[in-house]
């Protein structure tokens, strides 16, 4: 089985007409991507004639030649810059820190902040995750003090997010005042009560779909109406049936956006990811975006990844951020990360923009690779990409995005 698409009858290409690209059909247009991330979505007779040869006095070459399609118009020394600022060899380390404070102290708090500014890179994330507030909060009180501190002392801008389940109007207003950022863990499911309160007034949301979950665009507008400012739908298990019901219920929360255009106030943060080009732009990515820490102080190379011994780092009391690229299981998830190492990946359309983090691979397939055509992980991201892609010439698509560009810089 294959997620690759082909033509029936595949068109003529003249040599040295077309710049490498890939090519996956979605409906009655081809779209074309290329290995920085540009793109074009063409009716098959111009994609026919673009591989034929145009030239400049073509309606085409306006529209390929900034974007790099033409193999001699190409401009090697833009690509080479756009090559190393995509690469691995731009990366400034992990932005994003997942801290799980159930059974944290405030030893261990301490411990796990300081070594998260061990790490280097221009500003950094931290997300505390819990589930009670009652039971951490004197863990949360201090990260959410010390953190904000150890930021002003290093001169790093700092970004603190809460993600609970619930807590407390005096709590949310704590965090509020402090700059963090609230976040509430919801299950989807039925159709939305438009009076019904989340558990807390949070700007972000990481809801999962329940099984009966319904009407997805009258859940965008709940969201919107509750004030939230960008959520992640999340699928109620990752198998084909859940993989296919995750995907109509994206399609029609992201729909909706689209209709409502820039009046939206609400982000989708798993187009935001995807269209982010970079492997470290991808919520969960180990080590790449993402390092978690447990409550006894174990570093993993994603939240994903917590409990799973094999993808265990060390302890924040004895590791040093240097030690990483000597480990083991670091070099195995950078490895397994990069779409290039998996066949299907490197021949796809999308391999610009996405990849499966390796731990959600081991834990739904058994290992660090995956198989890629029966991934419903890659199906979900698959799904989402064709979405968004098929909708980018709607200008109202296209301003949305713009915006959620600008109001995330």
Same mark, same amino acid.
């Given at each position: 089985m294959s997620k690759l698409t082909s033509f029936e009858k595949p068109p003529k290409a003249r040599p040295g007409a077309a710049a490498p690209h890939q090519f996956r059909l979605l409906g009655k247009k081809v779209l074309i991507t290329d290995e920085h991330g540009r793109w074009a979505l063409l009716t098959i007779p111009e994609y026919r004639r673009f591989l034929a040869g145009i030239g400049p006095e073509d309606p085409l070459w306006p529209v390929l030649q900034p974007r790099g399609f033409l193999a001699g118009a190409y401009d090697f020394d833009a690509a080479a810059r756009r090559q190393f600022e995509r690469s691995l060899l731009s990366w400034k380390g992990p932005g994003s820190h997942a801290l799980l404070l159930d059974g944290m102290d405030l030893d261990g708090a301490r411990r796990t902040v300081e070594f998260v500014f061990s790490c280097p890179g221009p500003q950094l994330t931290l997300e505390l995750v819990f589930d009670d507030a009652d039971a951490v909060w004197p863990v949360v009180w201090f990260v959410a003090q010390y953190a904000r501190r150890k930021g002003e002392w290093s001169r790093r801008p700092v970004f603190l997010i809460a993600r609970a389940r619930s807590m407390s109007p005096d709590q949310a207003d704590f965090l509020r005042s402090h700059g963090v950022t609230r976040c509430v863990d919801l299950a989807l499911d039925g159709k939305p009560d438009m009076a019904k309160a989340p558990a807390f007034r %949070?700007? @972000? %949301? @990481? %809801? @999962?779909?329940?099984?009966? *979950? %319904?009407?997805?665009? *009258?859940? *965008? @507008?709940?969201?919107? *109406?509750?004030?939230?400012?960008s959520v992640r739908l999340l699928p109620s298990s990752l198998d084909e049936k859940g993989a296919e019901a995750f995907a109509r219920f994206h399609s029609g929360f992201f729909g909706w956006l689209i209709e409502h255009g820039e009046g939206a106030g609400l982000r989708d943060e798993w187009v935001l990811g995807l269209l982010g080009g970079r492997l470290w732009n991808l919520p969960g990515m180990d080590i790449l975006e993402q390092l978690a820490y447990d409550g006894a102080g174990r570093v993993y190379t994603s939240e994903e990844a917590a409990a799973d011994a094999e993808l265990a780092l060390g302890s924040v009391s004895t590791l040093r951020y240097q030690d990483l690229p000597r480990l083991p299981a670091t070099g195995a998830v950078i490895a397994a990360s990069h779409p290039d190492d998996q066949p299907l990946c490197s021949q796809c359309a999308y391999r610009p923009f996405c990849a499966v983090p390796p731990s959600v691979n081991k834990k739904h397939q058994g290992g660090l690779w995956g198989q890629t055509p029966s991934s419903a992980a890659c199906s979900i991201q698959m799904g989402i990409m064709d979405r968004i892609l098929e909708s980018l010439n709607d200008e109202k698509c296209l301003n949305l995005l713009n915006k959620w560009s600008v109001d995330m810089v």
């Open positions: %949070a700007q @972000r %949301a @990481r %809801a @999962r779909l329940g099984p009966g *979950a %319904a009407e997805p665009a *009258a859940w *965008a @507008r709940w969201f919107e *109406a509750w004030g939230f400012e």
